[in-house]
């Protein structure tokens, strides 16, 4: 292999091109972006430049280090086999990594703010002034954490979530019901089971005919794989990227990784797209072992933080509709808890833990073993979690 292009200069792309060295590629090394900023972190975006705590949020990069021609403000355009089509001309490969991330889902109307560059980040922190009414659309983690910068600026703010609880796409609602308590406690109205008809630069429709005027309108409603250039590429574009748990997507000498890659796992038997952090931070490895021929997989449990409401919100693993709920402290008394979700067998599904940093880790540890959890003991908030493992007390 003498020609890798990496497509997407974010935290994926930029692992990819260090993993690649660090393993000893020493052939051709490009990496571009569609962005005109050098590789960047985005959970900063709303957790530091958002509140006004930094400007930036740049990711060390040393592109003469790396050996690494990288091209920001250039944007793939399409592919045919071996060959990737730029708006600034045509690059030939021997080996593809697609790590172009995700897009925030739009909704109806022009003029509303989305959060997902550094530009959108500095863009609204001047528009959040005090007293200025702030519109959010979407109560999951990055509605919560605009609500949040956006009290701490002083203003006005109202959040619009369609379902009955928060975060209702990663939390069933007996556990995500214990969420919504916090944005009053934090001064924001949280107006639950309404649907967006349409968005405005300073107004949102609601589905019954109702209009909330606002000087700012944020939409934090999901996102989906930036994958639209590759349409026609002949790649299996099944929920994003589609990869096996090698990371290897349909064509050959492609790989994804990142929020754009939809990776089989074998520890959950489905596609899954994780939209996180952690997979940018850690799947290129394998991707990079992978196209210099290895044989590395990559299936961990999906991992994802928010800062929130002055609150560290740690969720792991996939729960299962139907699925039991052990908890550790109770949500409406205790200002620190955490819940786990057992499958039928006494493993974790899932937990979340909310300022319970030691529970988190040793819980995810536990969910990604497989370990089988004795309920009782992991219901005992004086014994460790890691001590709830079925036998250990014996
Ligand atoms: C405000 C915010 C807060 C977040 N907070 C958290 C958090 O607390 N915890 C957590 O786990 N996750 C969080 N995330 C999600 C996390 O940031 C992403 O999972 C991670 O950035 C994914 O990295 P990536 O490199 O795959 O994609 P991206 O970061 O999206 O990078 C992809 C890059 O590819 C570029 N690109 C797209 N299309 C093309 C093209 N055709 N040609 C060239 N370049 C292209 C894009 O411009 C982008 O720069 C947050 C995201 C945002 C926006």
Request: glycine content about 12%; charged content about 20%.
């Amino acid at each position: 292999m003498e020609r890798v292009v990496v497509v997407g200069a974010g935290l994926a792309g930029l692992r990819t091109v260090i993993a690649l060295r660090d393993l000893g590629y020493a052939g051709e090394l490009t990496m571009l972006g569609a962005e005109p900023y050098a590789p960047y972190d985005r959970p900063p975006l709303s957790k530091a430049i958002l509140v006004g705590k930094s400007d930036g949020s740049s990711l060390p990069f040393d592109p003469a280090g790396l050996k690494v021609d990288f091209r920001a403000a250039v944007r793939a355009t399409g592919l045919r086999e071996g060959t990737l089509e730029t708006d600034a001309g045509d690059l030939g490969y021997d080996g593809l990594i697609l790590a172009t991330g995700a897009e925030p889902v739009r909704l109806p109307g022009e003029g509303a703010r989305y959060l997902r560059t550094r530009d959108d980040a500095l863009a609204l922190r001047a528009a959040l002034v005090p007293d200025a009414s702030v519109v959010i659309v979407g109560a999951g983690w990055i509605g919560a954490e605009v609500a949040t910068a956006a009290r701490g600026h002083g203003c006005r703010v109202t959040v619009v979530e369609q379902a009955s609880t928060p975060v209702s796409h990663a939390l069933p609602p007996e556990v995500a019901r214990h969420l919504a308590p916090w944005y009053a406690e934090a001064g924001a109205e949280l107006l639950l089971g309404e649907r967006v008809a349409a968005v405005h630069p300073d107004a949102v429709d609601l589905a019954d005919g109702r209009r909330l005027a606002a000087d700012v309108v944020v939409v934090g409603v999901g996102v989906r794989p930036a994958t639209g250039w590759l349409t026609g590429s002949g790649l299996d574009l099944a929920g994003g990227v589609a990869v096996g748990a090698d990371l290897r997507a349909s064509l050959p000498g492609v790989l994804a990784v990142g929020d754009v890659a939809a990776r089989w796992s074998p520890r959950y038997d489905a596609r899954i797209r994780g939209e996180h952090w952690d997979d940018a931070l850690r799947g290129p490895l394998v991707a990079a072992t992978n196209l210099a021929g290895g044989d590395a997989t990559y299936d961990p449990v999906p991992y994802v933080w928010s800062e929130q409401f002055g609150r560290m919100v740690q969720y792991a693993g996939l729960s299962a509709a139907g699925a039991r709920w052990v908890w550790r402290g109770d949500p409406s008394a205790d200002a620190r808890w955490s819940v786990f979700s057992l499958t039928l067998d006494n493993r974790i599904a899932a937990l979340l833990a909310v300022d319970q940093p030691r529970d988190f880790v040793q819980g995810r540890r536990l969910a990604d073993s497989g370990a089988v959890i004795d309920p009782v003991l992991l219901a005992n908030p004086t014994v460790s979690v890691k001590m709830s493992v079925a036998g250990s007390a014996e």
